[in-house]
T-cell receptor, first 113, second 110 residues
């Protein structure tokens, strides 16, 4: 019972490199989300996709792009990584969009040197 | 938008009750959630409460909601070492986005 799967689990990048974080869910959920988690700051929403074919900015979208490839997959891209983007990135999904419970992956730990 | 605040740290002894508190600002939040995060893992949904409820009990977990004071609490009865984790409360803000508190780190001492 996989739920939400994120790849890779760990990554180290140099400043200026690009990277795509992958996320897939097998729960047939309509909505998917990308968050970043920084120490003492909880989770902040980067982008979300309320349904297949739509994406919208969250609280901290600058420096990121997303693609909702199909209903299962939602990827996050860093075009030119910066040290300020060192964080733990979580993907989540939910059945609906109206504040319904979200199910999280185990995270991608990204360090940018 | 919604602001959600939690105390940073709580330490209890095994077998005691733990009470983790949360305050929020958006009184229109329809759902309020508690998530648990163990080291190196994602967030696991523990329980949630609808805004028209005052209390919800689920085995060792009791959620209390005081809408007047915009205060939410999670009580864990008979706390075990396996309950050591970070606990996040979350509320639904305008636009139906979940807003998370900064998390409370619960340490359970044997």
């Amino acid at each position: 019972n996989a739920g939400v799967t994120q790849t890779p689990k760990f990554q180290v990048l140099k400043t200026g490199q690009s990277m795509t974080l992958q996320c897939a869910q097998d729960m047939n959920h309509n909505s998917m989300y990308w968050y970043r988690q920084d120490p003492g700051m909880g989770l902040r929403l980067i982008y979300y996709s309320a349904s297949e074919g739509t994406t919208d900015k969250g609280e901290v979208p600058n420096g990121y792009n997303v693609s909702r490839l199909n209903k299962r997959e939602f990827s996050l891209r860093l075009e030119s990584a910066a040290p300020s983007q060192t964080s733990v990135y979580f993907c989540a999904s939910s059945d609906g969009f109206l504040g319904q419970p979200q199910h999280f992956g185990d995270g991608t730990r990204l360090s940018i040197l | 938008g919604e602001d959600v605040e939690q105390s940073l740290f709580l330490s209890v002894r095994e077998g005691d009750s733990s009470v983790i508190n949360c305050t929020y600002t958006d009184s229109s939040s329809t759902y309020l959630y508690w998530y648990k995060q163990e080291p190196g893992a994602g967030l696991q949904l523990l329980t949630y409460i609808f805004s028209n409820m005052d209390m919800k009990q689920d085995q060792r977990l009791t959620v209390l909601l005081n809408k007047k004071d915009k205060h939410l609490s999670l009580r864990i009865a008979d706390t075990q070492t396996g309950d050591s984790a970070i606990y996040f409360c979350a509320g639904v803000a305008a636009g139906n986005m979940l807003t998370f508190g900064g998390g409370t780190r619960l340490m359970v001492k044997p």
